[in-house]
């Protein structure tokens, strides 16, 4: 279960999240979870889940080490400040910020090379959707993912996939589980013929859009859906905790 604050939360409200949340979570051992805050408040929640299972994500990177990059966040930086993840190529830094196939490839394959946990975000819009083109979409952008990896050396630890439809993202309008099932397995067979079976086998794939405490067991109850990357909900640390012991229920 990850969950992806976004654009939220001062330091002190990072610490007051963290605090509230380890002691709610702790029996739930089954589930790996991840806190993807802003880099202001990463160091603090990096910290503060030193000695527990939980990881310390970033919401974004650049794929170079150093240099004349203004603004920009390296892979060693993350190492240095204590991330184990990182999310790459969430909607929102692809239609606000043109994060191309291109530029999440690059970061993909940095970020494996780093053993930085890379969370990739794939999905259709609501108009792709509507043209019957959302298989299209998806499996293009599943492809491009691979374009700077070595398919012969890759194993399914090493990165995760999350279906986040743009549509069900921020709006409420959460995928029915079976949507979820569809495309999700659809993408683990598409993996197994671009990497191979026993990857596509291990690979974690996420349902990610209008995630909550009240939807979160149906759809993880689906076959090939391995959890959920979770936004709005995500943001109280009570909401997020519930889902994290809601997904420890369905794995046992
Ligand atoms: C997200 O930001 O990845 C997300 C799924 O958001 P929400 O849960 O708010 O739809």
Redesign the pocket.
């Known amino acids: 279960m990850a969950a992806?604050w976004?654009m939220n939360k001062l330091v002190w409200e990072a610490e007051d999240y963290m605090t509230r949340l380890l002691p709610q979570i702790s029996d739930a051992d089954e589930v790996d979870v991840a806190v993807f805050a802003p880099f202001t408040c990463l160091g603090t929640v990096a910290r503060m889940v030193q000695d527990t299972p939980v990881m310390a994500g970033a919401q974004n990177f650049y794929y170079q080490d150093s240099g004349a990059y203004t603004g920009e966040i390296s892979a060693p930086m993350l190492e240095d400040i204590g991330a184990g993840a990182v999310i790459i190529g969430?909607s929102e830094r692809r239609a606000l910020f043109g994060e191309t196939d291109e530029m999440v490839a690059r970061k993909t394959a940095r970020a494996v090379s780093a053993k930085l946990l890379p969370v990739v975000c794939v999905g259709e819009t609501k108009e792709e959707r509507d043209a019957g083109r959302m298989w299209e979409k998806v499996s293009e952008q599943v492809r491009a993912v691979f374009d700077f990896l070595d398919a012969n050396r890759i194993v399914g630890d090493d990165l995760v996939f999350a279906y986040?439809p743009v549509w069900?993202?921020?709006?409420g309008d959460v995928a029915s589980p079976a949507d979820a099932q569809e495309t999700i397995g659809r993408m683990r067979v598409l993996l197994g013929e671009l990497i191979g079976e026993d990857f596509a086998g291990e690979v974690r794939i996420l349902y990610?859009?209008?995630?909550k405490p009240g939807n979160v067991g149906e759809i993880l109850a689906q076959k090939d859906v391995d959890g959920g990357?979770?936004?709005?909900?995500s943001l109280g640390a009570e909401s997020f905790a519930e889902m994290v012991n809601g997904a420890e229920a369905v794995v046992e």
């Not at 990610?208 to 995630?211: E, K």
């Open positions: 992806n976004k969430h986040e069900a993202i921020g709006t990610g859009g209008s995630i990357l979770v936004g709005g909900a």
